[in-house]
């Protein structure tokens, strides 16, 4: 309703009931065939705003469907990627372990910073 139509619905629902009334009320007639019409018009009136209900429900009905599918989409989309770079990191995590275990085999120490400082000092 970004649009400016609920203000021209709403606008136009006022403006026919006024007008309606404004007809019935200064036309020359009885009490009881004004009161009649009164009836009939009212009768209209309640219709064209039910009908008018029942269309904004249709619209944001689908609206809110588009929004929905919309985001379980997203959400589909992001959990694919997140799941992706959750394998990607975990993919290169076992290569570096191989490179390290490849580097340094059983047995061999890796190199500490703190051990070869020792060595030079003891030199």
């Known amino acids: 309703m970004a649009d400016g139509s609920g203000k ?32 009939q018009s009212g009768s209209k009136l ?5 009908l ?8 944001l009905g689908d609206q809110l469907n588009e929004i929905t599918e919309s985001a ?5 989309d992001t959990t694919e990627r997140v799941q992706e770079a959750i394998a990607a990191g975990q993919e290169a995590s076992r290569k570096l372990s ?3 275990k490849m580097a340094y085999p059983l047995g ?6 703190t051990d070869a400082s020792i060595e030079e000092e003891s030199a």
């Open 8 to 39: 021209f619905w709403g606008g136009l629902l006022i403006g026919s009931a006024i007008g309606a009334a404004a007809g019935i009320l200064l036309t020359p007639r009885t009490g009881k065939e004004t009161r009649r019409k009164l009836i």
């Open 46 to 50: 309640t219709a064209s705003v039910q």
């Open 52 to 59: 008018q209900a029942d269309r904004l429900t249709d619209k």
């Open 72 to 76: 379980q989409k997203t959400i589909g």
């Open 98 to 100: 191989q490179e390290l």
């Open 108 to 113: 061999n120490s890796l190199p500490n910073s």
